[in-house]
């Protein structure tokens, strides 16, 4: 079942933990709220509003914390600022464990996102291998009308993978186009349309990938830790593993297919990655990947035999499912952009249509 952890919240789109008890919930408008473990404390961790162009797709979208907060206190935020752009910055927490520093920030990175509103991605996680990652969409309208995705001289429309801990421009040198004329050396993997959340594997680290459908299909993109980047996952010649821009004859061998997808024929329409789940509450369905729509509020499992992977309806809820997180422990949450964050329990496995419960 779902268990409320918090309700009454101004449009949450994420939670995360920073390496201890504390779940942190980030909220569109341009706040990020502490649940301490028996309430959402008053006062926010950062309040970044002034700064916040909001809402629909634009907002605060993410928020990571480094590897090694407990010594350094830094964590990083992805927004989209007034005229359109998209800014990833870094912050302090101050010597309130429960405030940040709102003076304390550095901008790491500004991408050019002024012409539409939408696909503005948002997405941030620290790899098992210490760099940021960070999601973009392929820059708004519909069917990425400037090709965006596939150009590699364009931030937009990837993952980007950052080395925070290096001087500016924050770029690895293994970065698979780190050392290619022309490109934009941030670039990990590219030809995504909207990754609205993506997540690794803590046992395994390998990268899960939601990457949001045109019209058709929503799909669930698998990196395995072994990459070394540069992995093309289709967009906009294929929406999944369907041709879209050309209309016909558009598979090229060099691009990755997903390892599941599913059509809008039932009223979904943009997919929310999840977790694989690693923790104990639900044991039945360890190993489990989750995932869920935004439209139907349904949520869905899969699992691997050997490379083919097969998913299930899980639940049916009235949610509008707008991200999932894990706490210290591995446990998940799925978090309401009406207004609340749920803890996940075993017994979710049987109910139907129930969000909120």
């Not at 550095?106 to 760099?131: A, K, M, R, V």
């Not at 990196?223 to 558009?250: D, I, K, V």
Request: with cysteine.
């Amino acid at each position: 079942m779902f268990t409320p952890l918090a309700s009454g919240l101004d449009q949450p789109l994420g939670v995360t933990n920073a390496g201890d008890t504390r779940l942190f919930i980030t909220l569109q408008r341009g706040t990020i709220v502490i649940h301490d473990g028996t309430r959402v404390l008053p006062t926010p961790f950062l309040d970044v509003r002034s700064l916040v162009s909001c809402c629909n797709e634009r907002g605060l979208l993410g928020l990571a914390f480094h590897p090694r907060y407990k010594e350094n206190g830094f964590f990083f935020i992805y927004y989209t600022r007034f005229d359109g752009d998209i800014v990833i910055a870094r912050y302090r927490v101050s010597s309130d464990p429960n405030r940040a520093d709102a003076n304390s920030a550095t901008i790491l990175l500004t991408l050019e996102h002024s012409q539409f509103g939408n696909h503005n991605g948002g997405q941030l996680q620290f790899g098992p291998d210490g760099y940021l990652y960070a999601g973009t969409g392929d820059g708004g309208s519909g069917g990425d009308p400037n090709n965006r995705a596939q150009t590699l001289s364009d931030p937009l429309g990837k993952i980007l993978r950052l080395d925070v801990d290096a001087p500016a421009p924050y770029i690895p040198a293994s970065n698979p186009f780190a050392a290619t004329a022309g490109a934009r050396g941030e670039i990990w993997a590219y030809g995504l349309r909207n990754p609205w959340r993506f997540s690794f594997d803590r046992e395994t680290g390998d990268l899960f990938i939601a990457d949001v459908g045109q019209n058709i299909w929503e799909e669930v993109d698998l990196q395995p830790r072994t990459s070394t980047g540069g992995e093309n996952y289709g967009w906009r010649r294929m929406e999944a593993t369907h041709c879209f821009n050309p209309s016909s004859n558009c598979v090229d061998p060099s691009f990755k297919m997903p390892i599941l997808e599913y059509s809008h024929a039932d009223g979904s329409c943009s997919v929310t990655g999840g977790y694989r789940y690693r923790g104990v509450r639900m044991p039945s369905l360890r190993g489990a990947y989750f995932y869920g729509d935004y439209c139907t509020g349904k949520l869905w499992v899969a699992t691997q035999a050997g490379s083919a992977w097969s998913s299930r309806l899980l639940v049916d809820s009235t949610m509008n499912i707008s991200s999932f997180g894990e706490d210290l422990n591995g446990e998940l949450y799925v978090v309401d952009l009406g207004g609340s964050v749920y803890a996940m329990s075993e017994r979710l496995r049987t109910r139907r249509r129930a969000a909120g419960h």
